[in-house]
């Protein structure tokens, strides 16, 4: 019996390519699938079938196109194993759904990394207080008291935030569309 060859490792350009997408192909299976636990297993698939195809993509192309086509399979093959389930959609309309789930994180990815550029424009602490309340989901409470602040001032300073974030974004997305 001939052994399995060694599976090639994914060089870098791959790896910073699969990590840079990362958001779009969980956010396109759970916008098709839902906040459950069908969409992280459609995204961890995902993740697997993409690393096992390595050797497919070439640098140059794009890859988030790809990536999305086969995460697409991965969603529409969790919606063919719901068939045994009460509720389910008809097959085209769970199609349609993963094709409009496709172009919605297509559009996205250009607000996403224009996002993650700002982010990195944020000094330390501003960060540090938005990752806590929107990531971590520490109350507003809790982060004042940790910087000794009062959780009024927190509000606005979030407020503030997330408004130079929307500004920032808005600045750079018109120049990402050129380059």
């Known amino acids: 019996m001939p052994e399995n060859p060694e599976p090639a ?3 870098d350009a791959f790896v910073k390519a ?3 997408c990362q958001s779009v192909l969980r956010g396109y299976c759970r916008s098709a ?3 459950g636990e069908d969409a992280k297993d459609a995204w961890q698939s995902t993740n697997v079938t993409l690393w096992r195809k390595s050797a497919d993509w070439q640098p140059g192309t794009p890859f988030l196109r790809w990536a999305l086509a086969v995460a697409r399979f991965e969603v529409l093959a969790v919606i063919r ?3 045994r389930e009460r509720l389910v959609f008809d097959a085209d309309v769970a199609e349609m759904m993963a094709d409009a789930g496709m172009e919605q994180a297509l559009e996205a990815d250009p607000r ?3 996002l ?3 982010l990195d424009r944020l000094n330390d602490r501003h960060r540090g207080m938005l990752t806590a309340h ?3 989901g520490s109350p507003v409470a809790e982060i004042a008291s940790a910087h000794g602040m009062k959780a009024g001032a927190v509000k606005v300073l979030l407020l503030r935030v997330r408004r130079l974030l929307a500004d920032c974004i808005e600045k750079l997305r018109p120049r990402e569309a050129h380059s």
Request: proline share 10%; net charge negative.
């Open 112 to 114: 996403n990394h224009a």
């Open 81 to 83: 194993d719901r068939q």
């Open 134 to 136: 929107y990531l971590a």
């Open 9 to 11: 490792i994914p060089d």
């Open 116 to 118: 993650a550029r700002c």
């Open 18 to 20: 699969l990590t840079d």
């Open 33 to 35: 699938l839902g906040p």
